[in-house]
């Protein structure tokens, strides 16, 4: 697959656009958070190390971007400056395509669903996806809800590693395009 950079996205509250340097503050601010990091597996450490949002953006994030893997920083219109959460999609499945994540204060207004559709959207229009795989701890409801509002339908539940041990197994979903266009795409 070429090169192909990392798009920005808006929609009705947001900004989407590619993570840079200047995001490292309000990315470390909102996502090392226990809350945040017990839903994600355990190759994830925690505590997560002090410098390592900063060496995550460097090392993997910027060198990436576009070639193979798109990564958006999540803005509210009316802060601009200031990351609130992250959406990656990457092309070669671990199963699954697509992370996020979103800093607490924002949970339950349905900005990461807001989020989801144009990086959904461009997997399957700009970059030809056939279909996107997804995972969650089995128990996190509000990532699984996501996933449903969109068509993506389960697939399996096998037994993974988590930062918080209350979750000791993984959902796997798929989400193709047709279903994509069907009805995900107004979630």
Do not use: C
């Amino acid at each position: 697959m070429k090169n192909i950079p990392v798009p920005t996205f808006t929609t009705e509250r947001l900004i989407l656009k590619a993570v840079t340097e200047a995001d490292i503050p309000a990315y470390t601010k909102y996502f090392v958070d226990y809350e945040i990091i017990g839903n994600l597996v355990s190759s994830v450490p925690w505590p997560y190390p002090e410098n390592g949002v900063e060496e995550y953006v460097k090392t993997v994030i910027i060198p990436k971007q576009g070639n193979g893997r798109w990564t958006w920083g999540i803005f509210l219109k009316d802060n601009l400056n200031e990351l609130i959460g992250m959406i990656e999609m990457w092309v070669e499945g671990k199963p699954e395509h697509r992370g996020f994540w979103l800093g607490r204060p924002f949970w339950g207004q349905g900005i990461m669903t807001e989020a989801t559709i144009p990086v959904t959207d461009f997997a399957f229009d700009e970059l030809n996806f056939k279909t996107i795989r997804f995972n969650n701890a089995l128990g996190n409801e509000r990532s699984r809800r996501i996933k449903e509002k969109a068509g993506a339908k389960l697939l399996y539940i096998e037994p993974e590693e988590f930062n918080n041990p209350q979750f000791t197994e993984v959902e796997v979903w798929e989400l193709t395009a047709a279903n994509w266009h069907k009805f995900g795409n107004k979630a």
